[in-house]
């Protein structure tokens, strides 16, 4: 079946720093593809996302290109700041778009001034 | 985003007893709402999907006697945990949804002595 794999955390960084979350993916098919973001105390929200082979979504400094032939969705900032501390889902999306989500396990980051 | 809340945000209750959770969506009205559950350092895990004023479908391994849900409108649903055990501990989130739009709430954490 379907699934996703994100590198385990937590992942300390200095500000400024750059940063890398690796997410791979299984699945069949042709899946949309998401992070998501959640701050302590708050619900999930959607960082960006990709919806076919090769499409690069941004948003916030963030990005994270859909890459097919490594089954991959890293995200990546270029220099991180205290207030992206969270933690980061990876997702994918049934490729019939039902809505139904597939979630990594979920990475925590913690940037230090 | 979409403005969702749960209510409570944290509950704990003896074992044999039911737990009602409420998710509302303040400014948006949704046709399908998803029911995740989070395990401690695991990902979020569909339990199930409900449609306004339909019965929900329930993902394999979930007992749909033991997790009521009903979703009588387009701004709430609720999930009954009932005759909850300890092993029911877990982080209850809603995801209200509704043409391509998806928002997730803040959580509930249950605790089962």
């Known amino acids: 079946g379907n699934s996703v794999t994100q590198m385990e955390g937590p992942v300390t960084l200095s500000e400024e720093a750059f940063l890398t979350i690796n997410c791979t993916y299984t699945a069949t098919g042709y899946p949309s593809l998401f992070w998501y973001v959640q701050y302590p105390g708050e619900g999930l929200q959607l960082l960006l996302k990709a919806t076919k082979a090769d499409d690069k979504g941004s948003n916030k400094g963030f990005e994270a290109t859909y890459r097919k032939e490594t089954t991959s969705f890293h995200l990546e900032k270029g220099s991180v700041q205290v207030s992206d501390s969270a933690v980061y889902f990876c997702?994918?999306?049934?490729?019939?778009?039902?809505?139904?989500?597939?979630f990594g396990q979920g990475t925590t980051l913690q940037v230090k001034p | 985003g979409a403005v969702v809340s749960q209510h409570p945000s944290r509950v704990i209750c003896k074992s044999g007893t039911s737990v009602k959770i409420e998710c509302r969506s303040l400014?948006?009205?949704?046709?399908?709402m998803f029911w995740y559950r989070q395990f401690p350092k695991q990902s979020l895990m569909l339990m199930a999907t409900s449609n306004e004023g339909s019965k929900a479908t329930y993902e394999q391994g979930v007992e749909k006697d033991k997790f009521l849900i009903n979703h009588a409108s387009l701004t709430l649903s609720t999930l009954t945990v009932t005759s909850a055990h300890p092993e029911d501990s877990s982080f209850y989130i809603c995801s209200p949804s509704s043409y391509n739009e998806q928002f997730f709430g803040p959580g509930t954490r249950l605790t089962v002595l």
């Open positions: 400014d948006f009205q949704a046709t399908t």
């Open positions: 997702a994918l999306g049934s490729s019939s778009n039902t809505g139904k989500l597939i």
